[in-house]
């Protein structure tokens, strides 16, 4: 039973180009979290997701950030015309949802825009 | 008030010792609670749920306090490999429905020799 497995795991991207983070969440698990970590600080939530749903995306920033997590395949947390500002690790996390269950992370996509 | 509080710490603590770490959270719905931990660069790992009755994992004890919304975690006899960043973690009780989870700061351990 793979983890969760996130990809790319480094992603470069020149300012104004869109970036594209992909999560696969463990097997049976139908709930997905986006977080972002900035260099020597803690975990921001951005976004909170079911199959087909954004639950809560209280996190993320108003423009440019958009996440999915269809039916099929990986969910998708989408920025687009990145700026420096942009560069973290975002993290994703999946879990069964549902009372006292864990989650487990993915490694991490390290983002640098340059 | 943070949703969830943690002392960032660092600890500083020679081999061996007993060492503890508080976390408070701020809203009494809150229902699931764990301890991760992080390496430098790494994701976090999970290091153990967090019960009612408070439960043991080898060196690693976890309590709640619901009354005082207040959360644990101590390590005994720690070792070099302990040292890492602790974060408290909280789920449900705010804004998302019962399954979001809120995370601490976090709490940097250093273990010396």
């Known amino acids: 039973n793979a983890g969760v497995m996130q990809n790319p795991r480094h992603l470069v991207r020149r300012r104004g180009q869109e970036a594209r983070l992909r999560c696969s969440p463990m097997k049976g698990h139908s709930h997905v979290y986006w977080y972002r970590q900035l260099p020597e600080e803690g975990l921001k939530f951005m976004v909170y997701l079911q199959k087909e749903n954004i639950i809560d995306e209280s996190g993320m920033p108003k423009e440019r950030f958009s996440a999915e997590f269809p039916k099929e395949g990986p969910s998708i947390l989408r920025i687009q015309q990145v700026v420096r500002g942009d560069s973290a690790a975002y993290f994703c996390?999946?879990?069964?949802?549902?009372?006292?269950?864990?989650?487990?992370f993915g490694q991490g996509t390290r983002l640098t825009v340059v | 008030r943070k949703e969830v509080e943690q002392d960032p710490g660092p600890f500083n603590v020679p081999e061996g010792a007993t060492v503890a770490f508080n976390c408070t959270y701020s809203n009494s719905a809150s229902q699931s609670f764990f301890w991760y931990r992080q390496d430098c660069r790494k994701e976090p790992k999970l290091l153990m749920s967090?019960?009612?009755s408070g439960n043991e994992d080898g060196r690693f004890t976890a309590q709640l306090n619901r009354a005082s919304q207040y959360i644990s975690l101590l390590i005994r006899d720690s070792k070099l490999s302990d040292s890492a960043t602790y974060l408290c973690v909280v789920k449900g009780g705010f804004t998302g429905g019962g399954n979001k989870l809120t995370f601490g700061t976090g709490t940097q351990l250093k273990v010396e020799l």
């Open positions: 967090v019960y009612s």
């Open positions: 996390a999946s879990s069964q949802g549902q009372g006292q269950t864990e989650a487990f």
